[in-house]
């Protein structure tokens, strides 16, 4: 059974930046679609962006794009999460998950993925 565990979260002001990490185990990391997710207080967690295997296909959120960038080293088998000019709306817990099946590219659809962490709290004061 696979695991991962999210790191990096922490307080920063508005306008700040943070960079969160994902360290995997136990399953094949360089087949799996990888993606981040968050959950703000009172709402339902949303898949804000995802990456392919390979790399090759990324995606999004809208509320995230031209802010947030997803990479992965799949050497090192980590998931990583570069977010800018972070509001207080981005205050939320942040999760990191992996594709329930390999080779297939999924848009963030939380029904897709079925490994995830504890997450690791983002919080931004205005």
């Known amino acids: 059974q696979g695991q991962v565990v999210e790191s990096g979260g922490g307080l920063v002001q508005a306008g700040g930046s943070l960079r969160l990490s994902c360290t995997t185990y136990?399953?094949?990391?360089?087949?799996?679609?990888m993606a981040w997710f968050r959950q703000r207080a009172g709402k339902a967690r949303e898949g804000i962006a995802s990456?392919?295997?390979?790399?090759?296909?990324?995606f999004y959120a809208p509320s995230v794009k031209h802010r947030f960038t997803i990479s992965r080293d799949n050497a090192k088998k980590l998931l990583f999460l570069q977010m800018n000019s972070l509001t207080p709306e981005d205050t939320a817990m942040y999760y990191c998950?992996?594709?329930?099946?390999?080779?297939?590219?999924?848009?963030?659809?939380?029904?897709?993925?079925?490994?995830w962490g504890r997450g690791t709290q983002v919080t931004v004061s205005s």
């Open positions: 136990g399953f094949d990391f360089a087949d799996y679609t």
């Open positions: 990456i392919s295997w390979n790399g090759e296909e990324i």
């Open positions: 998950a992996a594709a329930s099946l390999p080779l297939y590219f999924s848009h963030g659809v939380d029904g897709d993925f079925d490994t």
